[in-house]
T-cell receptor, first 116, second 114 residues
């Protein structure tokens, strides 16, 4: 039971470098999310997807891009990393929201990213 | 727009005391789900409970209980006889049915003092 797997778990980038964070889920969930967690600010939604081939902006999308080419994968890209993007990134997945259906989100272990 | 407010940033209690974590939400959806998650020092996010807006029955699970009051838009979480292992950050979250966004509060850091 892998659930939600994030790769990598840790990364240090130099300002201006690019990278991609990979999220994979094996629960056949329709919805997937990328959040960032910063001290005192809780979990803020970056981008999300309601199905293969679709993505949408969350509350803090600037500086990030996403793609969902396959239902099980959701990629988060940083084209030109900045120190303000130093954070812990969480991916989550869940079923489509319907009445009387379990719809809690399952989270990956997180990726700690430092931009120097 | 939907919003979740956890006004308590940090709480410290002595072991075996009871503690209540507050959550107030705003939503335009008529039907929605509320959640509580726990984030222990190890960092993972652990699902605790889900409530839907059309079922206001409160719930008790061991030392945990939840009080959902639609009239005051609150979904509070109480730990009875707290233990050191309860030390964690607790998040409240909201999702409207038909609304894909899952919105979290800023979290409450709970410290149980032995």
């Amino acid at each position: 039971n892998a659930g939600v797997t994030q790769t990598p778990k840790f990364r240090v980038l130099k300002t201006g470098q690019s990278m991609t964070l990979l999220c994979a889920q094996d629960m056949n969930h329709e919805y997937m999310y990328w959040y960032r967690q910063d001290p005192g600010m809780g979990l803020r939604l970056i981008h999300y997807s309601v199905g293969e081939g679709t993505t949408a902006k969350g509350e803090v999308p600037d500086g990030y891009n996403v793609s969902r080419l396959k239902k099980q994968n959701f990629l988060l890209g940083l084209e030109s990393a900045a120190p303000s993007q130093t954070s812990v990134y969480f991916c989550a997945s869940r079923r489509q929201v319907r009445i009387k259906m379990n719809t809690e989100a399952f989270f990956g272990q997180g990726t700690r990213l430092t931009v120097v | 727009a939907q919003k979740v407010t956890q006004a308590q940033t940090e709480i410290s209690v002595v072991e075996k005391e009871d503690v209540t974590l507050d959550c107030v939400y705003e939503t335009r959806d008529t039907t929605y789900y509320l959640f509580w998650y726990k984030q222990p020092p190890s960092g993972e996010l652990v699902f605790l409970i889900r409530r839907n807006s059309f079922d206001e029955q409160n719930e008790i699970s061991g030392r945990y209980s939840w009080n959902f009051q639609k009239s005051t838009s609150s979904f509070n979480f109480t730990i009875t006889a707290s233990q050191v292992v309860d030390s964690a950050v607790y998040f409240c979250a909201l999702s409207g049915i038909g609304n894909e966004k899952l919105t979290f509060g800023t979290g409450t850091r709970l410290t149980i003092i032995p």
